[in-house]
């Protein structure tokens, strides 16, 4: 039987601890940073604003913890050049994963080269060993088909991970 402590070991070593308030400042971050190392292990990363990565590199330097940031966050338009203006910035300053929202609206209308483009694009602009993370905006594609296929989609493109939700939508992940 597996106790407490390993459970939450396990648990918290899964986490990206988070603060992509609107008001956040570098000493909410540097906050952020110190409680991702706690007793019990380190989190998995700290996803925060690209302007803060540079804050938080020398705080994790010597942690494990990984800085993941977003792009396209959260409109998920289809501004491709944009994005991947800020995916070379923040893989410059010392992210070591890009979050990158699905353009889920142009999913919606039917535009599924303009997702495949943007994300592949993303990927490739995700230097190794730079992780990519695709938030599919669940909430908003609301229809189980279109979330399989989104996802698929995203994996497909060369997404290392999958994940839900901006969390700042009308309705975000459920059940």
């Known amino acids: 039987m597996t106790d407490a402590k390993t459970i939450a070991r ?20 540097s906050d952020l940073c110190r409680r991702a190392q706690t007793p019990y292990g380190n989190t998995a990363a700290v ?4 302007e803060f990565i540079k804050t ?4 994790l330097s010597e942690s494990g913890i990984r800085i993941a940031t977003v792009v ?17 910035t923040a893989v410059n300053d010392g992210a070591d ?17 303009a997702c495949i483009d943007q994300i592949s694009r993303v990927r490739d602009a995700c230097r190794s060993p ?6 599919i905006e669940t909430g908003e594609l609301k229809d189980e088909e ?6 698929r989609l995203a994996i497909d493109c060369g997404a290392n ?5 901006t969390g700042k939508v009308a309705e975000n992940a459920t059940p």
Request: with cysteine.
């Open 47 to 50: 996803c925060i604003w690209k």
């Open 97 to 113: 994963e890009i979050d990158l929202v699905f353009p889920y609206k142009a999913f919606m209308s039917g535009d599924v080269e």
């Open 146 to 151: 279109a979330i399989y296929s989104a996802s």
């Open 72 to 88: 396209n966050f959260p409109a998920g338009d289809t501004d491709t050049p944009a994005v991947l203006g800020e995916v070379e």
């Open 130 to 135: 730079v992780l990519l993370k695709v938030i």
């Open 10 to 29: 396990r648990a918290i070593s899964l986490l990206d601890l988070t603060n992509l308030n609107d008001g956040c400042t570098s000493e909410d971050v």
């Open 56 to 59: 938080a590199r020398p705080i």
């Open 161 to 165: 991970f999958i994940k839900t939700s």
